[in-house]
T-cell receptor, first 113, second 111 residues
Framework: DSGVTQTPKHLITATGQRVTLRCSPR?????VYWYQQSLDQGLQFLIQ???????AKGNILERFSAQQFPDLHSELNLSSLELGDSALYFC????????????FGPGTRLTVL | AQSVTQPDIHITVSEGASLELRCNYS??????LFWYVQSPGQGLQLLLK??????LVQGIKGFEAEFKRSQSSFNLRKPSVHWSDAAEYFC?????????FGAGTRLAVHP
């Protein structure tokens, strides 16, 4: 158990819908990262927040957004969902802003029908 | 651009045999390197990491990896594989604040 929690574990929804994925980092960690794991793209970095502020962006679609709240939990919002958005979404956390290991949550499996 | 290559998509070994998973990285400076393992239906667990210093690093579950700058490699090894080691293994490069994952090597273990 890494100490990072993600909810829900599974999510099934329809195309065009909007969903919110939630992540709570390890106690004491200020950085939260979101990754997407799909069969065709592998594991890709989406976005990072550090102490409430966006720090880095990766291959994140404009339909996706994220935020980190004062209690340091983070939410990833996915809108206008398409079939291709079906994937496993991981949250990770770390103490520092950069150059450090990241601890991963169990993931949220999103299925878009 | 920073990248990580794992040349072997699938590897099958017998239980008790030795294991080496290959990894090559592409990065201008000395990278931060990691190996993560993902068991079926599970999240990602950190096996070991290399930031600097001793080029042979020890990890959990009896794994070790060796950083070789001249070969741009960071291969993962285990002297004797257990059936519970069957999983997918990711070599990962850390460039400042994001992780770059290799495509992964799926390990199967025969009894």
């Amino acid at each position: 158990d890494s100490g990072v929690t993600q909810t829900p574990k599974h999510l099934i929804t329809a195309t065009g819908q909007r969903v919110t994925l939630r992540c709570s980092p390890r106690s004491g960690d200020l950085s939260v990262y979101w990754y997407q794991q799909s069969l065709d793209q592998g594991l890709q970095f989406l976005i990072q927040y550090y102490n409430g502020e966006e720090r880095a962006k990766g291959n994140i679609l404009e339909r996706f957004s994220a935020q980190q709240f004062p209690d340091l939990h983070s939410e990833l919002n996915l809108s206008s969902l398409e079939l291709g958005d079906s994937a496993l979404y991981f949250c990770a956390s770390s103490v520092a802003q950069a150059n450090t290991e990241q601890f991963f949550g169990p993931g949220t499996r999103l299925t878009v029908l | 651009a920073q990248s990580v290559t794992q040349p072997d998509i699938h590897i099958t070994v017998s239980e008790g045999a030795s294991l080496e998973l290959r990894c090559n990285y592409s990065y201008g400076a000395t990278p931060y390197l990691f190996w993560y393992v993902q068991s079926p239906g599970q999240g990602l667990q950190l096996l070991l990491k290399y930031f600097s210093g001793d080029t042979l690093v020890q990890g959990i579950k009896g794994f070790e990896a060796e950083f070789k700058r001249s070969q741009s490699s960071f291969n993962l090894r285990k002297p004797s594989v257990h059936w519970s080691d069957a999983a997918e293994y990711f070599c990962v490069s850390g460039g400042y604040n994001k992780l770059i994952f290799g495509a992964g090597t799926r390990l199967a273990v025969h009894p």
